[in-house]
């Protein structure tokens, strides 16, 4: 069964510079949400889609976008990097439909390091 | 703002022995997930819990759903060391697809 694909798996910036992350939700899911999750920490909500409209935003620096597009994938830009936007980013995807509806699958994660 | 606490951080265990992670949020919830994860690896999607009272289970794994909705029990019966990873519980803030996860409790199993 197809999964949530994210790009780049890994990616080394320097501060200042910026990163778009992409993500690849299970086809004909409505929902895309991003996290991110600091070493040890739980996963932290960013913002969530549906059906290609921001649905919600949690803590998400301003320095930070995202949008989804016509083909349901979706873009995190991440400008003015700093070194404490090192993490990993997950992105996950859910069908608000079903026996588990709202269920999320997550994407393997983007490892963001930033030097 | 909303908060999910769970206890404990860390559990250590011998294999063979049972294991329960608490999950308690400051607010209630519509309903709560829980997720595993495994070290270097992505959160999985274990169970959604939505009624009041709610008891669920997945062969050696308990799950329930507190009579207020503001907390949460996983409960793992004679624990294999398969079961290591890091458990956390999830709720969404009212109304939105917000979702606040748990702190996470990381599980060990001694052989």
């Known amino acids: 069964a197809a999964g949530v694909i994210q790009s780049p798996r890994h990616l080394i910036k320097e501060k200042r510079e910026t990163a778009t992350l992409k993500c690849y939700p299970i086809?004909?899911?409505?929902?895309v949400y991003w996290y991110q999750q600091g070493p040890g920490q739980d996963p932290q909500f960013l913002i969530s889609?549906?059906?290609?409209?921001?649905?919600d935003k949690g803590s998400i620096p301003d320095r930070f976008s995202a949008q989804q597009f016509s083909d349901y994938h979706s873009e995190l830009n991440m400008s003015s990097l700093e070194l404490g936007d090192s993490a990993l980013y997950f992105c996950?995807?859910?069908?608000?439909?079903?026996?588990?509806?709202?269920?999320?699958?997550f994407g393997p994660g983007t490892r963001l390091t930033v030097t | 703002g909303q908060q999910v606490m769970q206890i404990p951080q860390y559990q250590h265990v011998q294999e063979g022995e049972d294991f329960t992670t608490y999950c308690n949020s400051s607010?209630?919830?519509?309903?709560i997930q829980w997720y595993k994860q495994r070290p270097g690896g992505h959160p999985v999607f274990l169970i959604q819990?939505?009624?009041?009272?709610e008891v669920k289970k997945q062969k050696r794994l308990t799950f329930q759903f507190g009579e207020a909705k503001k907390n949460s029990s996983l409960h793992i019966t004679a624990t294999q060391t398969t079961d290591v990873g890091t458990y956390f519980c999830?709720?969404?803030?009212?109304?939105?697809?917000?979702?606040?996860f748990g702190t996470g409790t990381r599980l060990k199993v001694l052989a």
């Open positions: 996950a995807s859910s069908l608000g439909a079903g026996p588990d509806p709202y269920e999320q699958y």
């Open positions: 086809p004909r899911h409505d929902t």
């Open positions: 889609f549906y059906e290609k409209m921001q649905s």
């Open positions: 607010t209630t919830l519509s309903n």
């Open positions: 819990l939505v009624k009041s009272g």
């Open positions: 999830a709720g969404p803030t009212s109304g939105t697809y917000k979702y606040i």
